[in-house]
């Protein structure tokens, strides 16, 4: 596609349930990264996948998260048994040459825990 | 203290003001400065990209980098109404470092 595209937009849910965003990258881009930005707060990296390699989860908070990407496309990241502070704007990227030249953002899954 | 520093404002300026935004950061390895711009809820795109030490101008943009000082910035010519945004800066060590460290952004109001 012609950029990131995340899904849902928006998501609430109750405590102690699961959730699953979806990503799905640029066409070609070969590196996908998972963000968290709360409130004032700068961008916490999650997890980066790379081509066939195994993936970088050194950013995942618990084990409550997890990411896949099928295909060297479509990533998911599901939280479990979410908690409220778990709420927060979750952001995609991709990008073709890693990070020197900046990655591409979707808009992000706002994500509410209550 | 966060490897990437950044005040988060808010700054407010009138329109045609000059903008000025700064990062101040810890690792001297980063060679990669980037500024975002997030408009609200909307994903930070990329608005400027600097290789090491040096000046980049963009239209109404430009970004310095000083890295004997560790320190960052953009400045926003002729503001408009339409500059009001979250501005991030980041940084890379470049190579095989894929990660991205981010400021906590910079709140921008610019008053018609």
């Known amino acids: 596609g012609a950029g990131v595209s995340q899904s849902p937009s928006n998501k609430v849910t109750e405590k102690g349930k699961d959730v699953e965003l979806r990503c799905d990258p640029i066409s070609g881009h070969t590196a996908l990264y998972w963000y968290r930005q709360s409130l004032g707060q700068g961008l916490e990296f999650l997890i980066y996948?790379?081509?066939?390699?195994?993936?970088?989860k050194s950013g995942l908070p618990s084990d409550r998260f997890s990411a896949e990407r099928t295909g060297g496309s479509v990533s998911t990241l599901t939280i479990q048994r979410t908690q409220q502070e778990d709420s927060a704007v979750y952001l995609c990227?991709?990008?073709?040459?890693?990070?020197?030249?900046?990655?591409?953002f979707g808009s992000g899954t706002r994500l509410t825990v209550v | 203290q966060k490897e990437v520093e950044q005040d988060p404002g808010p700054l407010s300026v009138p329109e045609g003001a000059i903008v000025s935004l700064n990062c101040t950061y810890s690792n001297s390895a980063f060679q990669y400065f980037m500024w975002y711009r997030q408009y609200s809820r909307k994903g930070p795109e990329l608005l400027m990209y600097t290789y090491s030490s040096g000046n980049k101008e963009d239209g109404r943009f430009t970004a310095q980098v000083d890295k004997s000082s560790k320190y960052i910035s953009l400045f926003i010519r002729d503001s408009q109404p339409s500059d009001s945004a979250t501005y991030l800066c980041?940084?890379?060590?470049?190579?095989?470092?894929?990660?991205?460290?981010f400021g906590a952004g910079t709140t921008v109001t610019v008053r018609a």
């Open positions: 980041a940084m890379s060590a470049g190579n095989y470092d894929y990660k991205l460290s």
């Open positions: 990227a991709s990008s073709f040459l890693g990070a020197n030249y900046g990655y591409t």
């Open positions: 996948f790379q081509g066939n390699s195994a993936p970088d």
